[in-house]
């Protein structure tokens, strides 16, 4: 296939710009995604760490963490230049957020609390250029390495990088979940466990058979709509998670990097103790 960024005259060959997203290509490939939660670490250092690691993304939560977007974008761009996926999950559904959180770098938006279909489409809509959506386009951004190329190709190429990611945190969610992952551009439902089992009046029983049976029905609805199914929330429950992933999960949360300090520095602690 002709390389329809070729006019962007870049005399650096090989490279593929706007830059692919390698998480949502390693899950159409049929593999698992593991992700990482940041939360705590500020600096670019994190996605380094991510790297050697071996995780495939960075979920930076803006739901629950005071980061600037000027934060989330040197972290992306960091990430992206290392080979690990940046995804962000924005506070709530704000169409202006939405844009401007992946014009700043990141590959993928999250959006908390999804439960309906008009909400689907009004995610896609800011997240999704023409024509799938009505995404203002800035030419020259981090994606394309600040170069500008031929609008229609840019903007299709960008709609291919972009994972937009719905999460299914409550019983009128998983009612709807064929109907949400319906949506043209939706690429994955992410069930929060957490926030599901409070839903369910079940707080704190991760592996409940009511929960159980919520994730089985949103794994048909994203079977039956060809879409990627998500997990989070089962880092303390790695048994419950790999149950998930046996139903046809691409992508898990592993933990966040709050979690990992905390958990390492309680072990060190304990051991000179």
């Known amino acids: 296939m002709r390389d329809c960024f070729a006019s962007f005259g870049s005399p650096m060959t090989g490279l ?10 390693k899950m159409d490939a049929g593999q698992l995604a593991v992700g990482m939660i940041v ?14 690691a071996g995780f495939d993304c960075l979920y930076i939560d803006l739901e629950h963490c005071s980061f600037s977007l000027e934060t989330v974008s040197q972290i992306s761009m960091t990430a992206v230049a290392l080979g ?22 990141a590959q993928g938006i999250i959006v908390p609390h999804l439960e309906t279909q008009a909400q689907a489409e009004d995610v896609v809509d800011a997240a999704k250029f023409q024509p799938k959506g009505n995404r ?27 994972l937009v ?12 979940a064929e109907e949400i992952a319906s949506v043209d551009g939706m690429d994955m439902l992410l069930i929060g466990t ?15 058979v009511r929960v159980r049976e919520a994730y089985e ?34 992508y898990v949360s592993a933990g966040s990097d709050t979690g990992f300090l ?12």
């Open 39 to 52: 939360r705590l670490m500020r600096n670019v250092e994190i996605a380094a760490i991510a790297k050697s």
């Open 217 to 250: 029905h949103v794994a048909a609805a994203c079977r039956a709509k060809g879409k990627h199914l998500g997990v989070g929330g089962l880092n303390t429950r790695p048994d419950v998670a790999k149950d998930m992933i046996a139903l046809g999960a691409r």
């Open 84 to 105: 690990v996926t940046p995804l962000v999950r924005v506070p709530g559904l704000d169409k202006a957020e939405i844009s401007r959180t992946l014009e700043a770098g």
């Open 165 to 176: 990611v719905g999460m299914i945190e409550s019983v009128r969610a998983v009612e709807n």
């Open 16 to 25: 593929e710009i706007p830059t692919r997203n390698l998480m949502k290509a």
């Open 262 to 273: 905390t958990s390492a520095a309680n072990a060190i602690a304990q051991l000179y103790r």
């Open 136 to 162: 203002s386009l800035l030419g020259a951004n981090p994606h394309t390495l600040f170069r500008a190329g031929p609008a229609a190709e840019t903007m299709e190429k960008m709609n291919e990088a972009a």
């Open 194 to 208: 957490n926030d599901l089992c409070n839903s369910l009046g079940l707080p704190g029983q991760l592996d409940h």
